[in-house]
């Protein structure tokens, strides 16, 4: 699927907003959305989760099955050796869920200088982890954690009641750990989204405000801050269109659309697999169902890295990830 393709149906209820579609867009400032050197494998481990947040543009919960077998996992775990990534990223709905992650991760740590967990902290707290959590440690597994604010009504509005008070239990084991603590070289990151149809505040405020609060509050220490868009993809943008603030939401991202942000886009350098093998430029164009370059590819069929300047596949979620600052 390519840029003048028409909109799955996944994406059909933001393309129909009265905005200006995302390829014109980027061809009004005489750019073009093309792959990049890719250095990041992206691997998303299934979608079933313990939480059915509002914003969740995969729309993971309690009710999906979707897990990446054994079979899968030596699939991408043989592609990592043949491509050699710079960056493995170990992602969605829960991870902690697949019980195959352990395996995973003593698999694929030896493959990439870098290996980043986005750990649900309340999953992480379920599961039977003490486990997961030293393989982590020993293996300097980056801990990627979700936590959108620090109160617990905005929270707990938007995952579910009790996940703040669950989330800060998790964060203190980890800076137990040594994660997030000065000199231990265990990252701890945190990432936060906004609870409604807005657009994220500053990010370097936004991370010396967290920082202030938690230490204060919990006691509790992180390393870095992400701020995002919601994405107009899934649950998301079935909440806010019923809502009745999909239209207003996606003229606000398309109105602070920012061609410097493109550039450095994720699905520029981005290689993401699927729980069944299938490839993608990126997490959300996994969520539209538009496949890597626009072409159905399983993870066994491909020899190395996507070739450079292949076009990737647009929508207008995209506006999400080049709304202001962009998507980090």
Same mark, same amino acid.
């Given at each position: 699927?390519?840029?003048?393709? %028409? ?6 209820? !933001?393309? =129909? ?7 014109? *867009? ?33 729309? +993971?919960? %309690? ?16 592609? !990592? ?12 709905? +829960?991870?902690?869920? &697949? ?9 694929? %740590? ?6 980043? /967990?986005?750990?649900? /902290? ?14 982590? *440690? ?8 979700? @936590? ?23 964060? =203190? ?24 149809? @807005? ?6 405020? +936004?991370? =010396? ?7 204060? =509050? ?6 870095? /801050? @992400?701020?995002?868009? &919601?994405?107009?993809?899934?649950? #998301? ?7 009745? &603030? ?10 602070? #659309? ?11 350098? #981005?290689?993401?697999? &699927? ?8 997490? #959300? ?17 491909? +020899? ?9 596949? *647009? ?11 962009? @998507?980090?």
């Amino acid at each position: 699927m390519h840029q003048n393709q %028409a909109p799955t149906d996944k994406e059909a209820s !933001a393309e =129909k907003i009265q905005v200006e579609l995302f390829s014109r *867009t980027l061809a009004r400032h005489g750019l073009d959305l093309r792959k990049g050197e890719t250095s990041t494998l992206q691997i998303n481990v299934g979608l079933l989760c313990n939480q059915m947040c509002r914003h969740c543009h995969l729309e +993971a919960g %309690a009710s999906r099955s979707e897990l990446m077998d054994r079979d899968t996992i030596d699939e991408v775990v043989a592609y !990592a050796k043949r491509a050699r990534f710079q960056v493995v990223d170990i992602t969605r709905g +829960a991870p902690e869920m &697949n019980p195959h992650l352990g395996c995973l991760i003593e698999t694929i %740590a030896p493959l990439t200088p870098r290996l980043m /967990l986005r750990a649900n /902290l309340t999953a992480l707290a379920q599961q039977d982890t003490d486990y997961l959590r030293e393989l982590c *440690t020993v293996n300097r597994v980056v801990i990627v954690a979700s @936590f959108p604010s620090i109160s617990g009504s905005r929270t707990d509005s938007l995952r579910g009641k009790g996940v703040l008070e669950k989330s800060v239990a998790m964060l =203190k084991k980890l800076n137990e750990l040594g994660y997030g603590m000065d000199g231990t070289g265990l990252e701890l990151n945190l990432v936060s989204n906004p609870t409604g149809a @807005f657009l994220p505040v500053s990010q370097s405020q +936004a991370e =010396k405000r967290f920082k202030a609060d938690l230490r204060r =509050k919990w006691g509790l220490a992180f390393n870095n /801050l @992400f701020t995002s868009a &919601n994405v107009p993809l899934g649950r #998301f943008l079935v909440w806010q269109r019923d809502s009745g &603030n999909l239209e207003s939401y996606m003229q606000k991202l398309s109105a602070r #659309f920012n061609p410097c942000t493109i550039e450095g886009l994720m699905c520029r350098t #981005f290689v993401s697999v &699927n729980w069944d093998g299938y490839l993608y430029d990126c997490d #959300f164009n996994l969520a539209r169902g538009a496949y890597l370059g626009g072409r159905k590819r399983h993870v066994s069929e491909m +020899a190395g890295l996507p070739e450079p300047g292949t076009r990737i596949p *647009t929508g207008n979620h995209c506006y999400a990830c080049t709304a202001g600052s962009g @998507f980090t």
